[in-house]
């Protein structure tokens, strides 16, 4: 831990990290323009092969119907997964990605597969009708697993500063499960209107209608709940050592063979009968949904913690104030922090508290690995680095804070003494107060700074 006294660190002649020996030349694919180039490339290309192939499936009616049906879910769900990622935010440009190949890359992968390999099997077997039953419950469930998957592997490869446990990882499965069922959605509804069309069905009993009630209304977390099992198995791995080298590798391909079984199941439940479908949503898809929602919401809390127990080494170091790690500990105390920001210095003040506490989270994150020995070599670098934006951003950030932490310190229990008091009435018993970790004993139980 840096325990030298705060001042910004010497920079080099650009204003960079000071030069230490001679700078060594970029890999080809460490360029920028090749990291940010080549996904955008493939993904537009990809977006471009997909809208044709949806749209001579739907026809151009059936496709606008799809689209307008199949955003509705999209900001709820875009919403909860941003919600689970407000301890540590990562930074919008890996969840646009994310969506992005889930609802242009994976989806083309899994349209095209799936089609080869069920004509292949129906070729193989002269069965169509078995073939499209197995390329729905294996198939299907494998190509598309695989093909989410890749896009939480490049994030976990490439964004690894930002991949730093369990909700990183599901946040990432999530948001792009949710492009992947924002495309197949489109497809589904666009097909189901167009039958409708031939049909003549109209209103609740139309063939849309009952599309959009099962895969909108009932199920739209379906295809985010399978991969997000995906996303925990790469998050436990980011939490392990660098030397874990099973581990490292074991969980994720767990969590990948988990979601293929889900997956598979669920697909396969309209062949269980009449009430299969019902069955296996009430039997497993909702209390599973129900245990993960448990389990990423103790992991939030858990990272508050974690925030709250290792950031007073660096107020004792001078770093922060006596107060912040309790404000930083708190999204009521950070939201309270961005809202004075905004109100006394405008909204480019709010952004700057709220890069402060997405700062002193991953700094929080980086000693809790660095004291379970799982910190990188860079340890001591990222240290620095992070605690130079905290001291270049403290100016507007730390009467945000401490304003916060004014207003949501708990109340010090103080009672009246044993004995008459001049002006006062009646009688009490004196109570220690209980000396906060992080505010310290302040002397005095009926003194609380902290209080209005």
């Not at 039997?283 to 939030?300: E, K, Q």
């Not at 104030?321 to 309270?336: D, K």
């Not at 804070?401 to 229990?413: E, F, M, N, S, W």
Request: charged share 15%; hydrophobic share 50%.
């Amino acid at each position: 831990m840096a325990t030298c006294p705060p001042h910004p660190c010497p920079r080099g002649p650009a204003g960079g990290a000071p030069a230490a020996g001679p700078l060594r030349h970029a890999h080809w694919w460490q360029r920028t323009w090749v990291r940010y180039g080549a996904p955008t490339t493939l993904l537009a290309i990809s977006g471009l092969v997909i809208l044709a192939l949806v749209r001579e499936e739907t026809g151009t009616e059936g496709f606008l119907v799809g689209l307008g049906l199949a955003t509705l879910p999209v900001p709820l769900l875009i919403a909860a997964f941003r919600w689970l990622d407000r301890v540590e935010p990562g930074p919008w440009r890996n969840l646009l990605f994310c969506f992005a190949w889930g609802a242009c890359a994976a989806a083309l992968i899994a349209i095209v597969a799936n089609s080869f390999a069920t004509r292949w099997i129906a070729t193989a077997t002269a069965d169509p009708s078995s073939a499209d039953t197995l390329g729905a419950t294996v198939i299907a469930p494998v190509v598309e697993e695989i093909a989410k998957a890749a896009a939480v592997l490049l994030v976990f490869l490439f964004r690894r500063r930002d991949f730093t446990g369990i909700l990183d990882g599901v946040v990432a499965a999530g948001v792009t499960a949710t492009g992947f069922a924002f495309t197949e959605n489109i497809l589904y509804l666009g097909t189901a209107f167009g039958t409708d069309q031939l049909t003549g069905g109209t209103g609740i009993a139309s063939v849309t209608a009952a599309t959009f009630f099962v895969r909108i209304i009932m199920s739209p977390f379906a295809h985010p709940l399978f991969t997000v099992l995906t996303g925990i198995g790469f998050g436990v791995s980011a939490l392990a050592a660098d030397r874990q080298h099973v581990r490292r590798v074991a969980f994720p391909l767990s969590g990948l063979l988990l979601a293929m079984g889900m997956h598979a199941m669920w697909n396969a439940s309209s062949a269980f009968g009449e009430y299969g479908f019902f069955a296996v949503y009430a039997a497993f898809m909702v209390p599973i949904f129900g245990l993960l929602t448990w389990l990423v919401v103790w992991t939030r809390q858990r990272e508050l913690k974690t925030v709250q127990a290792e950031l007073p080494a660096y107020a004792v170091a001078g770093w922060l104030s006596p107060v912040e790690p309790y404000a930083l500990g708190s999204m009521r105390a950070r939201r309270i922090a961005r809202q004075y920001a905004r109100r006394h210095a405008g909204r480019a003040a709010a952004r700057e508290v709220a890069r402060y506490e997405a700062y002193a989270t991953s700094l929080a994150f980086l000693r809790h690995r660095g004291r379970r020995g799982r910190a990188g070599a860079d340890f001591v670098v990222r240290e620095r680095e992070l605690l130079d934006e905290l001291w270049r951003r403290r100016e507007v950030a730390r009467p945000a804070l401490d304003h916060a932490a004014r207003i949501t310190a708990p109340p010090v229990p103080v009672a009246a003494p044993p004995w008459p008091v001049h002006g006062a009435y009646g009688y009490g018993y004196a109570t220690t107060p209980t000396p906060s970790p992080y505010l310290g004993h302040l002397g005095h139980p009926a003194y609380n700074p902290y209080r209005p």
